[in-house]
């Protein structure tokens, strides 16, 4: 879900010299294209009306397409997935190499975090937090989380999901 420590994750894993594909970056890309501004609101907006358009894989698909640019032969991290049609693209190129994992956290310190975390495209108000939620889950974000080979707890301190991350990615 939404402010669950995906970016966090994602910071360990670069530390770690893990090349990273962050598929919201592509929807940023995409929001820019068409002149508009980086707000939660735009992102969703841009996000689902492609996902209409062109199939509920295309960040999936735009995604691959980033990642065969970089001729990367190693382990890579993609940050974002949100639908089972985004996972089965991902299982149709990367087979049994493709490892899902999920963050997962109460809603309660999910929305506590949400509130402080201040990132461009981030909600500001509970309402608007939750408004995303809703979004996300509409795409189909809960099958995905269900469907995690791997599940991490972060309720905890920094200190301790920054730990569990680097020891995973380390195994890895």
């Known amino acids: 879900m939404p402010f669950s420590g995906k970016s966090e994750a994602v910071k360990i894993a670069k ?10 970056d592509l929807v940023w890309e995409e929001v ?34 980033r990642i065969q640019e970089m001729h990367v032969s190693q382990c890579i991290v993609i940050d974002g997935v949100r639908n089972n049609e985004e996972i089965e693209a991902f299982k149709s190129v990367f087979g049994s ?23 461009i495209d981030d909600s500001v108000n509970i309402d608007d937090i939750k408004s995303r939620d809703e979004r996300e889950i509409n795409w189909g974000i809960k099958e995905v989380i269900k469907k995690a080979d791997k599940t991490f707890l972060n ?4 200190y ?3 730990l569990q991350m680097k020891k995973f990615f380390t195994s890895i």
């Open 155 to 158: 309720n905890g301190s920094l």
């Open 97 to 119: 190499n493709y490892l899902l994992i999920s963050i997962d956290i109460s809603d309660e310190v999910r929305h506590h975090r949400a509130m402080n975390r201040g990132r």
């Open 32 to 65: 820019k294209r068409n002149g508009l501004e980086l707000t939660s609101e735009n992102v969703g907006k841009i996000a689902h009306k492609l996902r209409i358009k062109k199939g509920r894989d295309i960040w999936a698909r735009k995604t691959i397409e």
């Open 15 to 24: 530390e770690l010299d893990i090349p990273v594909v962050r598929m919201g």
């Open 160 to 162: 301790s999901f920054r």
